[in-house]
């Protein structure tokens, strides 16, 4: 099981070594992923998960990394980042997208092709792929009402379709995240619509979106699912937690229910600061919140560390963990 031997069977495909996540994460956090690949085309991905499956190879899968933390310690093995899978196609009100085609494009192209239904996500930065993994939606519409069928990739190496109900879409859900099915394309049925209408909303939500996040550092959006009953960001704030810096992250002080990355934060500061915001909640509130971001990789080994994370420093002063940390505004 060696990098050479994958970069000698796939002599097309871009892989790179030992590459630092950080750089792909919208928390511009994360440790290194062994082998970074780089498929363009479906056929290529069905040949590396045969190629890998036989071969032993750990597999994680990619999109555009806006809904992820990776730990330090990175990714070991194979991952599979599907960017480069972007190709957009319409014919009369069917959009046709690689799974790797940014959301965002493809509401873009519905609105140039005067076909609404995918106003809603204007904003939302991830891959089509991410997007049918976590059903995602905004203000009041989500993917699975504009969705027809997906093809799949099972992780048998078949290539194959799945109906809308097939996919078992549910708040912030699909059926891939049991199957480990790889998303590769995505059928869009939308309907005809008035092109002015379709750039107001676009315009209305867009104008909501950056009035009320904090689009100006990095992030990786909401990171807890909405609790029944509650709000997430208001639990956060009664429970006096909004603006509240661990390491280099921070509980926005626009939207509580952001982390930002306010200064070199690890994916440790993030992990740690999700933490704390868990037991809170829960302690006052009886609240158990869930995260909607997929937390994955590995952590830093403790040598790497010295043993040293800001946690592992607060037990050791026997200080409340959060007890001399500041409140650093924003901006
Ligand atoms: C500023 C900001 C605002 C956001 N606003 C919203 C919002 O309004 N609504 C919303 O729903 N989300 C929002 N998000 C979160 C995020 O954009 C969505 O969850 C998005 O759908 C994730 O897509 P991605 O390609 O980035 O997935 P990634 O983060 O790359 O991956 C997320 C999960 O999906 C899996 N995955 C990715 N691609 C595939 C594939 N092709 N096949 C199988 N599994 C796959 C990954 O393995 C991982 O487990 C926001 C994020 C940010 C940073």
Same mark, same amino acid.
């Given at each position: 099981?060696?990098?050479?031997?994958?970069?000698?069977?796939?002599?097309?495909?871009?892989?790179?070594?030992?590459?630092?996540?950080?750089?792909?994460?919208?928390?511009?956090?994360?440790?290194?992923?062994?082998?970074?690949?780089?498929?363009?085309?479906?056929?290529? =991905?069905?040949?590396?998960?045969?190629?890998?499956?036989?071969?032993?190879?750990? &597999?994680?899968?990619?999109?555009?990394?806006?809904?992820?933390?990776?730990?330090? #310690?990175?990714?070991?093995?194979?991952?599979?980042?599907?960017?480069?899978?972007?190709?957009?196609?319409?014919?009369?009100?069917?959009?046709?997208?690689?799974?790797?085609?940014?959301?965002?494009?493809?509401?873009?192209?519905?609105?140039?092709?005067?076909?609404?239904?995918?106003?809603?996500?204007?904003?939302?930065? #991830?891959?089509?792929?991410?997007? =049918?993994?976590?059903?995602?939606?905004?203000? #009041?519409?989500? =993917?699975?009402? =504009?969705?027809?069928?997906?093809?799949?990739?099972?992780?048998?190496?078949?290539? &194959?379709?799945?109906?809308?109900?097939?996919?078992?879409?549910?708040?912030?859900?699909?059926?891939?995240?049991?199957?480990?099915?790889?998303?590769?394309?995505?059928?869009?049925?939308?309907?005809?619509?008035?092109?002015?209408?379709?750039?107001?909303?676009?315009?209305?939500?867009?104008?909501?979106?950056?009035?009320?996040?904090?689009?100006?550092?990095?992030?990786?959006?909401?990171?807890?699912?909405?609790?029944?009953?509650?709000?997430?960001?208001?639990?956060?704030?009664?429970?006096?937690?909004?603006?509240?810096?661990?390491?280099?992250?921070?509980?926005?002080?626009?939207?509580? #229910?952001?982390?930002?990355?306010?200064?070199?934060?690890?994916?440790?500061?993030?992990?740690?600061?999700?933490?704390?915001?868990?037991? &809170?909640?829960?302690?006052?509130?009886?609240?158990?919140?869930?995260?909607?971001?997929?937390?994955?990789?590995?952590?830093?080994?403790?040598?790497?560390?010295?043993?040293?994370?800001?946690?592992?420093?607060?037990?050791?002063?026997?200080?409340?963990?959060?007890?001399?940390?500041?409140?650093?505004?924003?901006?």
């Amino acid at each position: 099981m060696t990098i050479e031997k994958l970069k000698h069977d796939f002599p097309h495909t871009i892989i790179k070594e030992n590459e630092p996540l950080s750089s792909y994460t919208y928390t511009r956090t994360g440790g290194p992923a062994d082998a970074l690949i780089f498929p363009k085309r479906k056929e290529e =991905v069905q040949a590396l998960i045969k190629w890998l499956t036989k071969e032993d190879w750990p &597999v994680t899968i990619l999109g555009n990394a806006s809904n992820l933390i990776v730990k330090d #310690g990175g990714i070991r093995g194979a991952t599979i980042i599907l960017t480069e899978m972007n190709q957009i196609t319409i014919k009369d009100n069917v959009i046709t997208a690689l799974t790797g085609a940014p959301l965002i494009e493809v509401s873009k192209r519905a609105y140039s092709a005067s076909l609404t239904g995918l106003e809603f996500a204007c904003g939302i930065p #991830g891959s089509i792929g991410g997007a =049918v993994y976590m059903n995602a939606g905004a203000y #009041g519409g989500e =993917v699975k009402e =504009v969705i027809e069928k997906v093809t799949v990739l099972t992780r048998e190496g078949d290539i &194959v379709e799945r109906t809308n109900e097939e996919m078992a879409f549910t708040y912030r859900h699909s059926k891939l995240q049991e199957s480990d099915d790889i998303a590769l394309e995505v059928t869009f049925v939308l309907k005809e619509g008035k092109k002015e209408e379709i750039k107001e909303k676009m315009d209305e939500l867009t104008f909501l979106r950056t009035s009320k996040q904090p689009l100006e550092y990095p992030s990786c959006g909401s990171v807890f699912k909405r609790p029944t009953g509650y709000f997430t960001g208001k639990l956060i704030q009664d429970a006096g937690l909004q603006g509240l810096v661990w390491g280099g992250a921070q509980i926005s002080t626009k939207h509580a #229910g952001f982390i930002v990355n306010i200064n070199n934060a690890t994916a440790t500061d993030y992990i740690e600061l999700i933490e704390h915001i868990k037991e &809170v909640i829960y302690k006052e509130n009886g609240v158990e919140l869930e995260t909607e971001v997929k937390i994955i990789g590995e952590d830093l080994t403790p040598e790497a560390t010295g043993g040293s994370t800001l946690l592992n420093k607060a037990k050791e002063s026997l200080t409340p963990k959060f007890s001399q940390i500041s409140l650093a505004k924003e901006n």
